[in-house]
């Protein structure tokens, strides 16, 4: 695959705003993900591909079909076209470090914004690689533009070059997934593949078929405010009450403080005064019943200071988010088999772990589509030192290829 080429597809991608919005209802939560959407529409056409259907929720779907005499099963491969809201995707403006020699980058001279590897030591995994970086003042949007990227380069060279043996293919980007909606209104049943992989993971090699549990919790404190002259027996803080209801939970089991299969509570958000204020968690865990002790565990925290207080003045909302997709794909393995082939084969050293968040292969695969997580390649997510080594994106690209060359001769 030609190398320049990717690199402007990539730029091409990343340079449009897609940013989603957790706050709006809407679906997408945004209009400006109908822009990418719209291009990738002409361009999967331009491409060759067939069934090329942009639907009324951004969702869009394309098919190359299969060059073979015999059955196999139709695979997918999805990515997501928005971007994270944590950090603005708004003029992004790409950095390339042909190269890359191993120290400092300075990816904002006037700012003194510095992409370090005494920081971020993965750095050094891509000596003498081509990196593409932000100019430190947005996200790059490798997450997930280099799986949109990925996908596409690979159904190009599929199309190019017809010696290499496939079944049906169908791919799919989403929208909204940043926000936790990218599955809601995916169809399974149009889509029709027996099973799919997200191109949504990180450093290379990265094969991975389990992710956390996760729900939300929104914790709700009324409060009473009189003049603080006159406030004995009268006043109630809802800010003191919020503090003590943090500090009741367990300090260690923190995104911090916590790496592998460890769950853990983490405060995102606390507002207020003192008649009434608000505390917002995201509640992880690999193990379901240790999930569903952290949502008990809030309830009863709850529970317990409204009975000290002698009134109930904390009010617990929890809504399930994704669940872990380990139960799904066990049962398909051969999945996880044929991919990990596949990166041998290539000489990638396959890096079979949890997912320390969510895809959303988590929820299609509770939907009917088991869809394990392939590595996109980039690095630092969701900021402003946010990286992808090109060579990552020629890989995956390479790795999609593989797959579908791997699913053909398995079933021959």
Sequence with gaps: MDKRHIINRFISYVTVDTESDPNNPAFPSTEKQWNLARQLEKELTSIGLEDVELDENCYLMATLPSNLDYEVPTI??????????????????????ENYDGGDITLNKELGIVLSPSEFDDLLLYKGQTLITTDGTTLLGADDKAGVTEIVSAMEYLVKHPEIKHGKIRICFTPDEEVGKGAHKFDVEKFGAEWAYTMDGSQIGELEFENFNA????????????????????????????????????????????EGYEGFFHLHAISGNVDGASIEYIVRDHDFEKFQGRKALLNQIASDLNAELGKDLI?????????????????????????????EDLNIKPIIKPIRGGTDGSQLSYMGLPCPNIFAGGHNFHGRYEYVPVESILKASEVIVGIASKVADHYQ
């Excluded at 909302?317 to 990166?343: C, L, S």
Aim: hydrophobic letters at 45%; charged letters at 25%; glycine letters at 6%.
């Design 315 to 343: 009010a617990v909302e929890i809504k399930d988010q994704y669940f872990n997709m380990k139960e799904k794909v066990e049962p398909k393995m051969h999945i996880i088999e044929i991919a990990k082939e596949v990166m």
């Design 215 to 258: 729900a939300s919790a929104k914790v709700m404190i009324k409060g009473k405010i009189v003049h603080p002259g006159y406030a004995k027996g009268k006043m109630i803080n809802a800010v003191l009450i919020a503090n003590r209801f943090i500090a009741a939970l367990p300090a260690d089991e923190v995104p911090e403080k916590t």
């Design 76 to 97: 997918g491969f999805v990515s997501h076209i928005d971007t994270s809201p944590d950090f603005t995707g708004a003029n992004v403006n790409p950095q390339i470090i």
